[in-house]
């Protein structure tokens, strides 16, 4: 996945993203991370069809998404929107069964091979047994791995993920992570997620994109770029990085009332 | 298709049959049941014939294709707007019909004589049709934001230009001849009283064309439930689809308020009670257009013979009468609902 001088704006506004190239390594895990307003979710959206760029081009194995047919390129690149909202009633394997309309004909039913999507997918997320359970009624970290399902369902070698693991605390977070890596891991497919928690995105990312103002800071291993000097200067916060079992961890400084 | 929503439409369609047949069969003649099915079947007496087949077959299938239209035009307007109180009555689409429809009742009408018959046969449901289109056209365009019909958007919206168009017919009863704003006010009311094929057949055509259309959708539904950007990363464009089933909602409640008048509560109601009893997470296409034949069906069962049987007097009630009555408490239900999950 590869995007090439890409500007994108909401309206007449000026660009939230400006002139930004990036080579995303295939079949690897990046993580992009920058302080609120740095463009992160923009560019996720942008990188998918869900926003149109003013200028610039994302390819996808060297073809142009937006001259792509949509179910066409719905096979090819899944994307999860932040915070998406589950219908009422709905239960976690008719929610995951919706990955497979790229596939399915009007009225068609599931074939074996959308059936062992589903069944995959839900085999991936460790929710086989809540599968005919409404979805409302999970828990949170529960919820947001149905989600990651349907877009596993989708089976598209290039998965988006926005803030999947925002409002979790860090037991399901962790959880949530585990799957977005084995997706990258094990199924060889290229996923990039936005993150907002540092340590988190330092932990399970194998390339780290750092935003800042619509642009890339920096970008690397996440133990090359996260540095002290980076954190201030992108994030205007002053931390240590230290690394604990290879990565990166940012403590805060504290500044405490006597 | 789920067994239970299999069930709830097998159920829903023997019921409608069944007080459809009861229908038939009831009024100042009283017919029994073998009677009319003789007569529906090609056999019976001349006079039985003419008292199932003349007179009050088209206003049972009026009633029960109305039923249907109105039914599912709530149910896909429900289902894209994401919103329980979005339906053709709630949104305009109904009040823009009427606009139209009253202003050929009032202005072609010669002060007190009937319309001539072909003004009244073509002029209304196409009126309702024009009317019906644009104030979904309006709704459509004031719910763009950012280059696309934002599904929010539509309910508050709509309700505006609702009262807008409301008040245009208020305002053409008030200008208009006594007797020309008497019929305007009895069909406002939504009324299946002494309906014939000819108004049967204009919902009749929609039902069959439309329906079908509408089913076509299931899938790119199913999807646009999970909200638009999920659909559109599944390969749905939002856009297109929004605004065909808006076309496709519209024309249905135009249609079914062409023939029998603006019915109340009707596309409301239905499309929300079959997601209940289903247990689905939008209303289920089929069930809910037979329970939109089965509701109006019952109501106006109730509307005919409902003062007879209380032994207040011979008299009819307009359709409309009774599932405003029966909705209204509902929607009530419904706001309250909405204001408990903020």
């Given at each position: 996945m590869f995007v090439e001088n890409l500007t994108l704006a909401y309206?007449?506004?000026?660009?939230?993203?400006?002139g930004l190239t990036l080579e995303v390594p295939s079949g690897r895990l990046t993580a992009i991370v920058g302080p609120n307003g740095s463009g992160k979710s923009t560019l996720l959206r942008g990188m998918s069809r869900l926003m149109a760029p003013q200028s610039g081009r994302v390819l996808l194995d060297g073809k142009d998404i937006h001259r792509l047919p949509a179910r066409e390129l719905a096979r090819e690149l899944g994307i999860l929107p932040q915070g998406p909202v589950t219908p009422e009633g709905i239960t976690a394997v008719e929610l995951v069964s919706r990955g497979r309309h790229p596939y399915?004909?009007?009225?068609?039913r599931l074939t074996a091979d959308d059936q062992s999507a589903i069944d995959q997918a839900l085999a991936a997320v460790e929710l086989e047994e809540l599968k005919?359970?409404?979805?409302?009624?999970?828990s949170g970290g529960q919820r947001q791995r149905v989600w990651i399902a349907m877009v596993l369902a989708q089976g598209t070698p290039h998965l988006l993920l926005d803030?999947?693991?925002?409002?979790?605390d860090l037991a399901h977070a962790v959880d949530v992570m585990n799957v977005v890596h084995a997706a990258a891991h094990t199924s060889a497919r290229t996923v990039v997620v936005v993150l907002h928690d540092l340590t988190l995105a330092a932990q399970y990312a194998d390339h780290l994109v750092v935003m800042g103002n619509g642009e890339i800071a920096a970008q690397g291993s996440p133990v090359e770029v996260l540095s002290a000097e980076l954190l201030q200067e992108v994030f205007g916060l002053r931390a240590t990085v230290v690394e604990v079992g290879g990565a990166p961890v940012v403590v805060p400084d504290r500044r405490l009332a006597v | 298709m789920n067994p239970r929503t299999l069930v709830l439409s097998a159920a829903c369609a023997l019921l409608a049959i069944a007080l459809a047949l009861v229908s038939l069969s009831v009024g100042t003649t009283k017919l029994p049941v073998v009677d009319v099915l003789q007569s529906l079947l090609g056999g019976g007496d001349g006079s039985t014939r003419l008292i199932v087949l003349e007179l009050r077959l088209p206003r049972v299938a009026t009633g029960l294709l109305v039923g249907i239209a109105f039914a599912v035009s709530g149910a896909l307007l429900q289902t894209l707007s994401r919103n329980?109180?979005?339906?053709p009555d709630i949104v305009g689409v109904n009040s823009g019909a009427s606009a139209a429809a009253v202003t050929v009742i009032v202005?072609?009408?010669?002060?007190?004589?009937?319309?001539s018959g072909i003004a009244a046969r073509v002029g209304i449901p196409l009126a309702a049709i024009i009317g019906g289109l644009a104030a979904t056209a309006i709704v459509g365009v004031l719910s763009i934001q950012r280059g696309v019909i934002d599904a929010g958007r539509i309910v508050l919206i709509g309700v505006g230009v609702a009262a807008a168009a409301n008040s245009l017919v208020a305002w053409l009863l008030v200008i208009g001849d006594v007797t020309d704003a008497g019929r305007a006010a009895a069909w406002l009311a939504g009324s299946l009283n002494a309906r014939t094929w000819s108004d049967a057949l204009p919902v009749g055509l929609a039902v069959l064309l439309l329906v079908p259309a509408a089913v076509a959708f299931n899938r790119d539904l199913d999807a646009l439930v999970l909200g638009d950007d999920v659909a559109s990363a599944l390969g749905v464009r939002v856009s297109r689809v929004r605004v065909a089933l808006l076309v496709i909602a519209t024309v249905l409640a135009a249609m079914a308020t062409a023939g029998a008048?603006?019915?109340?509560?009707v596309a409301l109601v239905a499309p929300q009670i079959a997601q209940r009893l289903a247990k689905?997470?939008?209303?289920?296409l089929l069930s809910t257009a037979l329970l939109g034949a089965l509701f109006v069906t019952a109501a106006d069962l109730v509307a005919r013979n409902g003062l007879e049987v209380l032994q207040v007097g011979p008299y009819e009630l307009p359709v409309g009468v009774v599932t405003a009555a029966a909705g209204a408490p509902y929607l009530l239900h419904l706001i309250g609902r909405q204001q408990k999950g903020r």
């Open positions: 309206g007449g506004d000026k660009p939230v993203v400006s399915r004909g009007m009225f068609a005919d359970r409404p979805v409302d009624q999970l803030e999947p693991t925002t409002y979790l | 329980a109180l979005a339906s202005l072609a009408g010669t002060g007190g004589g009937n319309i008048g603006p019915i109340a509560f689905t997470e939008r209303p289920p």
